[in-house]
């Protein structure tokens, strides 16, 4: 799905060598801007920007041409990313808040299925300070931390298997005591793929919310499911199916793994996503079956968190002025949840005191704020 963006990127400015050009630079002194309009076309791109002015402003972008076209701001030389429109329809205008600090600047336009326009150079002149600026992040940019990332998914794979075959292979033998102490290790391997869960749909993790039957709908399945049966007093019996329908499940991802790549502009995406979710199933327990070990999830998926963000790092540290500060959220939050665990058993969510809650919540709450700017700044855009 194209997701219709509008956002000043998050990011310190870095500049680097995109081929843009300093000719036909027009010098224009610091003055207020009365909502400037703007045209981005394939012939009249850039034009319209006669008085650029420092400081905080708002453009008006107008698409005059015939095709759907992205806008970005981008400093010269380099291309930077200072401000960007997403999706303007033709003879549409659409309005960008941004800050701009003295230096040279352009309009470049991407229509859509086009190639790459780059519009006149305009100087700004005055005292203020630019606002966040990104050097863009490429396709090519993300297809080595995918890799890797889908690498670790491969060995995180070998481990969900294993463990997983040593649950189902203590509910054959019908000791539900071993089986319970087997799922969270089985659960955990899998929570712990983080940043891929959207590659493997529902089969092995999907929970019974929207099922017209609920916990007794055929197709609740997966870890959930023997949770929910190891938890409520089912039988070995009862839960040989769901047992043996996971196994077959866990089987089939790995045997299907090599075929399934992950999309690299999903990756950056992710990053925030694998939280997003833990602040709103795990720390409700929307998502627990029976265990009370939601909290161990959430901590598997704040491992997943942190490999998405270390694959994603060599990227980062140039373009996030907050990754230092990101890296002692996900500090923070961890401590957070490690004092909730005690041996082999886990605080549940229901038995955490108010102020242990309310720190939590809050310390992932701040976490997501910090992870949200990945997407933005990870976003794959055409250069050329």
Partial sequence: MHVRRVSTVIA???????????????AAPAQPAADPSIQISTSHCGEGWAHPAAGSQTLSITNTGTTTADADVIGVPGGAVYGELEGVAPGVTRSLPITLGQGTYAIRCQPEDGALIVGPSVRVAGSAKS??????????????????????????????????KTLVAAVDRKDLKAAKKAWLPAHLAYEKLGAAYDTFGDAIDGLPQGLPKGVHDPDFAGFHRVEYGLWHGESAASLRSPADRLLKDV??????????????????LRAHEIMENTLQFELTEKADQGSGTSLATASANLDGTRQAVEVLRPLLKSRYTGLSQ???????????????????????????GTSDRESIDGAVGELLERLAPIASICYPRRTS
Wanted: aromatic fraction near 6%; glycine fraction near 10%; include cysteine.
């Fill in 131 to 164: 606002g966040p600026a990104a050097v863009p992040v490429t396709y090519n940019d993300l297809y080595g931390p995918t890799r890797e990332y889908q690498d670790y998914v491969a060995g995180g794979v070998k481990t969900l298997l294993a463990r997983t």
């Fill in 326 to 352: 990101m890296d002692a959220d996900l500090d923070r939050v961890q401590k957070l949840l490690d004092a909730q665990k005690h041996g082999d058993s886990w605080t549940s969510v229901a038995g955490l």
């Fill in 12 to 26: 310190s400015s870095l500049l680097f060598v995109a081929g843009c050009s300093n000719s036909g630079v027009k």
């Fill in 251 to 268: 089987k089939g991802l790995k045997a299907d793994l090599p075929n399934e790549d992950m999309e690299p502009g999903d990756l950056p």
